[in-house]
T-cell receptor
Framework: GAGVSQSPSNKVTEKGKDVELRCDPI?????LYWYRQSLGQGLEFLIY????????KSGLPSDRFSAERTGGSVSTLTIQRTQQEDSAVYLC??????????FGSGTQLSVL | KNQVEQSPQSLIILEGKNCTLQ??????????LRWYKQDTGRGPVSLTI?????NTKSNGRYTATLDADTKQSSLHITASQLSDSASYIC????????????FGGGTRLMVKP
């Protein structure tokens, strides 16, 4: 596609459930980032994939969060045993190295 | 610690007026600085990029400045329009490898008729 695609656009889940968020980056972009944006807050870095290198997971807030990127393209962010504080917009971005980021429209996650 | 501070946190102006948003950073070694516009419910979109040697760059009604000595950048919006209502985020990139992007907290701009 022409841009970064994220799905679902909205996800409502119950506390304790697992959720999986998907990101389709722009074709050819080797860099992929996940960020989290809580209401009224700035962007919080979660994880970064660059080509075949080991991902930088330094931003993941707990071991309930994990992400993978299959075949250097699609990425999934998984949150296990969701908590209410996980409620936020999860943004995915991709880029060519050193170039500007192209963001998806995000997944609004609401944990009840 | 790399940090990016933006001011003001929020701003309300009347349509047609100008405004200036500020970004101060401590990221080192500096590579570049980008301003992004984020409409409500959307992902950020890049407006401009400033490298070390650039002082001013314009993109339509948006003009970004960079003072690498004082580590300050500004985004000036001329003749504001209602569609300028958005969050403006300053992002600074470090020269070392990897994901060394540091995001500011953003300025929430509201343009009123």
């Amino acid at each position: 596609g022409a841009g970064v695609s994220q799905s679902p656009s909205n996800k409502v889940t119950e506390k304790g459930k697992d959720v999986e968020l998907r990101c389709d980056p722009i074709s050819g972009h080797t860099a992929l980032y996940w960020y989290r944006q809580s209401l009224g807050q700035g962007l919080e870095f979660l994880i970064y994939f660059q080509g075949n290198s080991a991902p930088d997971k330094s931003g993941l807030p707990s071991d309930r969060f994990s992400a993978e990127r299959t075949g250097g393209s699609v990425s999934t962010l998984t949150i296990q045993r969701t908590q209410q504080e996980d409620s936020a917009v999860y943004l995915c971005a991709s880029s060519s190295p050193g170039e500007k980021l192209f963001f998806g429209s995000g997944t609004q996650l609401s944990v009840l | 610690k790399n940090q990016v501070e933006q001011s003001p946190q929020s701003l309300i102006i009347l349509e047609g007026k100008n405004c200036t948003l500020q970004c101060n950073y401590t990221v080192s070694p500096f590579s570049n600085l980008r301003w992004y516009k984020q409409d409500t419910g959307r992902g950020p979109v890049s407006l401009t990029i400033m490298t070390f040697s650039e002082n001013t760059k314009s993109n339509g009604r948006y003009t970004a400045t960079l003072d690498a000595d004082t580590k300050q950048s500004s985004l000036h919006i001329t003749a504001s329009q209602l569609s300028d209502s958005a969050s403006y985020i300053c992002v600074v990139s470090a020269k070392n490898a990897g994901n060394m992007l540091t995001f500011g907290g953003g300025t929430r701009l509201m343009v009123k008729p």
